[in-house]
C-alpha cells in the first residue's frame, strides 16, 4: 500500500511513483529523516567542521547509525578510514599590497595554503595577468605559452573563455569545463612552478557572490598530509574582488576590462604588469586525523563488485566574528543528503533479497575545502577501482515540494544518463538539463574525485533549483538551518528515483562506460572497463 506521503506527493506532482519491476516499493520515514536532518544540522554539532568537536559528534552518529541498521564495516573491521589531515588558521589581519594599491582581507582578498608551512611570503614578486591560467592541448589553448611564471605571482580569470565569449566552439561555451573550476587552476599554476595565484571574482562566471568565497576562505581550512611532500601545492591561494583587480591594472597603466576581452581569444599572451606583490600570510598548523565513514551491505553472487551510495558530512563549522559565534549548520548542505543515504540504507537493508553485489553507503569528509576526504578514499579504496560500478553522491536535497523533473548534470558524459532517464520515466518525470551548466557543478562535489579515477557517476543535488532564494542568502551561510516546515516531497520523490537506480546496477552484471572522450574514459580503461 502507497504511504500517505506518497499520496501527499502524488496530488502535489501529479506524477505516479513506479518502483523498478524487480524493487519493492521505497517507503520513506519522513520521522526519522527529519531526526537524521534536525541533529546533523543541530548547533550541538557546530557546523560538522572536520577535525573538530562536530566531527566527533557525526562521525560517531554515522557510526552508531551503520550499525543499527545493519551493515558492515566499509573498511575491513572499521567503519572509519582514517585521513590524515592538516588542520591550517590563517592569521586575518593580513594585507596584499600590489603596487601602491593596498587591499583589505576579507573585503577585497582572500588568501591561503595548502602548504604545511607556518609562513608562506611574498616579497616583491613579480605579478603576471595569465589570462584564464589554462593550458588545454585539446582546445588548442595555452595562457602559459612563452612566459616564465616561475617563483611568480599570477592574477587569472575565473571560468574560461567558453563562458565568456558564449561561443559553443570555444571550449564548451556556455557549460564550464573543468578548466574553468578554481582548483584547476590553482594546481596548473603549481605545476608552472608560480608562487601565488588570485583569481578574479565576478559573480556570473563564478556563480556565486564575493560572501561564498570569503565565508568559504576566511576560516580554517584543510589539506592532506602526504609525508609533509607537499610542495606542489601553491604557495597562496588567493581571490581578488572585481574592483580589486581594477585597481591593480590601472596602476600598471593598463584596463582590466579590455585585457578580459582579449584574454578570451585564442592566441592571448600572458602580460607581465611589472608591479611588486607583498603578502605575508602566518598560519597555526594542527597535524590531525579525520574520518570517512562507510558501511557495506555485502552482495551475494557478486559481491566482489560494489556500487556506492555517498554523501558528504561536512561543513563550514564555526567561526567567530566582531565577538559573534557565527555556525554553519549545512542542513541543505549537506545533511538532506546524508540523511538521505541513510534512508537508503535502511531501505535495502529491509529487503528480504540480498543484492548480487554489494552496497556501499559512503560519508567523506572535507568536500568543503577541495574533495579531500573524497581524493583519499579514491587513492585508497577497499577494494580495486576496477572492482567499483558505479558512484552515486547526493550534494544538497529538495526538501521543498516535488516537481516534475530531475536535473541532469552533464551530457552525454556516461551510459549512467541512461538509468536517470529509465527511472526518471517510471516515475513519470522528465530529465531536465542542467539550468546552469556556466556554475560547472560537474566538478565541484565528490563523484568527481571517484571520476578521475575512472569510476562513472551522478550527481543528485537541488540547491537552490526549487528555492531561488538558497544560493543567494543560504548557501554556505549560517542560514543553512532546519526547518520544520519543510515540505520534503521533493526528497522522497528523489530517494524513490535514487533506489531504484541502485536496485538496477546491484542486481545486473552491467558496466555503465564513459561516453565521451576523457581522461575518465581512459582511466577505466586502464582498468579493463
Given amino acids: 500500500m502507497l504511504s500517505v506521503n506518497t499520496f501527499r506527493l502524488i496530488a502535489l506532482c ?62 575491513g573491521d572499521s567503519y572509519r578510514q582514517a585521513v590524515p589531515m592538516a588542520k591550517i588558521t590563517a592569521d586575518q589581519t593580513m594585507q596584499l ?53 616561475k617563483g611568480k605571482t599570477l592574477i587569472m580569470l575565473v571560468n574560461d573563455p567558453g563562458f565568456a565569449t558564449q561561443d559553443p566552439d570555444i571550449f564548451k561555451g556556455n557549460a564550464m569545463t573543468y578548466y574553468g573550476r578554481w582548483t584547476y587552476k590553482y594546481e596548473e599554476a603549481a605545476r608552472q612552478g608560480a608562487k601565488a595565484v588570485f583569481i578574479v571574482h565576478e559573480t556570473a562566471p563564478a556563480a556565486y557572490g564575493w560572501n561564498v568565497v570569503e565565508n568559504s576562505n ?21 581571490w581578488v574582488q572585481h574592483h580589486g583587480a581594477q585597481k591593480i591594472f590601472s596602476a600598471a597603466g593598463l584596463d582590466y576590462d579590455t585585457l578580459k576581452l582579449t584574454a578570451a581569444k585564442p592566441g592571448f599572451k600572458a602580460i607581465p604588469l611589472k608591479l611588486k606583490a607583498n603578502l605575508t600570510l602566518k598560519n597555526q598548523i594542527e597535524l590531525a586525523t579525520s574520518y570517512n565513514v562507510a558501511g557495506i551491505l555485502p552482495g551475494s553472487s557478486q559481491a566482489d563488485e560494489w556500487v556506492i551510495m555517498h554523501a558528504h558530512w561536512d561543513h563550514l563549522g564555526k567561526t567567530v566574528q566582531d565577538g559573534k559565534t557565527r555556525i554553519y549548520n549545512g542542513a541543505v548542505d549537506n545533511a538532506s543528503g546524508v540523511a538521505g543515504v541513510l534512508q537508503l540504507a535502511r531501505h535495502f537493508k529491509a529487503q528480504n533479497k540480498v543484492p548480487k553485489r554489494s552496497i556501499l553507503f559512503t560519508a567523506f569528509t572535507a568536500e568543503e575545502t577541495g574533495l579531500i576526504g573524497a581524493q583519499y578514499f579514491a587513492a585508497n579504496p577497499p577494494v580495486p577501482t576496477k572492482q567499483l560500478v558505479s558512484f552515486l553522491n547526493i550534494d544538497g536535497m529538495n526538501v521543498g515540494k516535488g516537481v516534475n523533473y530531475i536535473l541532469r548534470y552533464g551530457q552525454g558524459v556516461s551510459e549512467l544518463e541512461t538509468y536517470l532517464d529509465d527511472a526518471a520515466k ?104
Avoid at 576566511?218 to 588567493?238: A, P
Avoid at 557517476?457 to 531561488?468: A, E, I, K, Q, R
Fill in 218 to 238: 576566511t576560516n580554517t581550512k584543510y589539506t592532506l598530509v602526504d609525508n609533509h611532500k607537499n610542495q606542489s601545492h601553491i604557495g597562496v591561494m588567493g
Fill in 14 to 75: 501529479g506524477v505516479f511513483l513506479l518502483p523498478s519491476a524487480n524493487a519493492a516499493p521505497f517507503q520513506f520515514d519522513e520521522k526519522t529523516y527529519r531526526q537524521d536532518v534536525e541533529t546533523l544540522a543541530s548547533d550541538e554539532f557546530e557546523g560538522r567542521g572536520p577535525l573538530s568537536k562536530g566531527e566527533t559528534l557525526t562521525v560517531e552518529y554515522l557510526e552508531k547509525a551503520y550499525k543499527a541498521i545493519g551493515l558492515k564495516p566499509g573498511f
Fill in 97 to 149: 599590497t600590489i603596487a601602491d594599491v593596498v587591499l583589505n582581507n576579507g573585503s577585497d582578498f582572500t588568501a591561503r595554503t595548502e602548504q604545511i608551512q607556518p609562513q608562506v611570503s611574498l616579497d616583491n614578486s613579480d605579478v603576471i595577468f595569465v589570462g584564464y591560467g589554462i593550458n588545454a592541448p585539446e582546445y588548442k589553448w595555452n595562457d602559459y605559452a612563452n612566459v616564465d611564471v
Fill in 426 to 529: 517510471a516515475q513519470g518525470r522528465t530529465v531536465k538539463a542542467d539550468p546552469r551548466p556556466q556554475n560547472g557543478l560537474m566538478f565541484r562535489s565528490d563523484h568527481f574525485a571517484l571520476a578521475q579515477q575512472g569510476v562513472p557517476g551522478l550527481m543528485f543535488m537541488s540547491l537552490g533549483d526549487t528555492d531561488p532564494d538558497y544560493i543567494a542568502h543560504k548557501y554556505h551561510q549560517d542560514a543553512d538551518d532546519y526547518d520544520a516546515s519543510w515540505n520534503l516531497g521533493g526528497v522522497e520523490q528523489d530517494l524513490g528515483l535514487i533506489s531504484d537506480i541502485i536496485e538496477k546496477l546491484a542486481n545486473n552484471n552491467d558496466w555503465p562506460k564513459w561516453l565521451e572522450e576523457s581522461d575518465f574514459k581512459k582511466r577505466r580503461a586502464m582498468d579493463g572497463k
